[in-house]
């Protein structure tokens, strides 16, 4: 009986999809557009980009056509370099290099105020503490980010850099300071890997 209903539940799907794919393309690609293109950015992550794109995995006849409109027509985000270069490396496998060419906006906007506040405490405890060597480790994890997203097709003018905003959360005013200029540091660091890896 439930093997009959299935059946059943099959066919009419694949009769939904062949009068899907009889419409004319326009209308088609209208329906993609509308179904794929979000006004906020998609994180890019294993759960954000999987529940937006169920349509793709209908068949292979819209995976093929609509897919070039979901990676255009969409901005993508990353917010945390070290906790998302597996999502990012996967993200890119599975967009394939002529979908990742089509993405026009990938923006980076780390959460590193929490790193640097680790810093931070850990400076006001030891005094061998250096802001360089917080700098070239930004640079090398950045520029390795660069280089994953350029080798898979992304192009460079998609890429931004979000501008860190540092708020102050010591009680005294020195301590912020230091976060501000280790923020600023950050930042400088990202473009400069940016720029090193064009």
Same mark, same amino acid.
């Given at each position: 009986?439930?093997?009959?209903? =299935?059946?059943?539940?099959?066919?009419?799907?694949?009769?939904?999809?062949?009068?899907?794919?009889?419409?004319?393309?326009?209308?088609?690609?209208?329906?993609?557009?509308?179904?794929?293109?979000?006004?906020?950015?998609?994180?890019?992550?294993?759960?954000?980009?999987?529940?937006?794109?169920?349509?793709?995995?209908?068949?292979?006849?819209?995976?093929?056509?609509?897919?070039?409109?979901?990676?255009?027509?969409?901005?993508?985000?990353?917010?945390? /370099?070290?906790?998302?270069?597996?999502?990012?490396?996967?993200?890119? &496998?599975?967009?394939?290099?002529?979908?990742?060419?089509?993405?026009?906006? #990938?923006?980076?906007?780390?959460?590193? /105020?929490?790193?640097?506040?680790?810093?931070? &405490?850990?400076?006001?405890?030891?005094?061998?503490?250096?802001?360089?060597?917080?700098?070239?480790?930004?640079?090398?994890?950045?520029?390795?980010?660069?280089?994953? #997203?350029?080798?898979? =097709?992304?192009?460079?003018?998609?890429?931004?850099?979000?501008? #860190?905003?540092?708020?102050?959360?010591?009680?005294?005013?020195?301590?912020?300071?230091?976060?501000?200029?280790? =923020? =600023? /540091?950050?930042?400088?660091?990202?473009? /400069?890997? #940016?720029?090193?890896?064009?």
């Amino acid at each position: 009986m439930s093997t009959k209903s =299935g059946r059943s539940h099959h066919a009419a799907s694949a009769t939904t999809t062949e009068r899907f794919s009889r419409l004319p393309a326009e209308i088609r690609n209208g329906i993609y557009s509308y179904a794929l293109t979000f006004s906020e950015p998609i994180e890019v992550s294993k759960q954000d980009i999987r529940s937006r794109t169920a349509l793709l995995r209908v068949c292979n006849q819209i995976r093929s056509e609509a897919s070039t409109i979901f990676y255009k027509s969409n901005d993508f985000r990353v917010s945390d /370099i070290e906790a998302q270069t597996e999502d990012v490396a996967t993200f890119l &496998d599975l967009a394939g290099k002529e979908n990742a060419s089509c993405i026009t906006k #990938l923006t980076l906007s780390f959460d590193m /105020i929490p790193k640097l506040q680790t810093l931070i &405490d850990q400076a006001l405890i030891d005094d061998s503490f250096a802001p360089n060597g917080f700098s070239l480790r930004v640079i090398k994890t950045s520029r390795e980010m660069f280089e994953t #997203l350029s080798h898979a =097709g992304v192009k460079r003018k998609a890429v931004m850099i979000e501008k #860190l905003e540092v708020r102050d959360v010591y009680p005294d005013a020195s301590t912020n300071q230091l976060l501000k200029e280790l =923020g =600023g /540091i950050f930042e400088k660091s990202m473009r /400069i890997a #940016l720029a090193n890896s064009a």
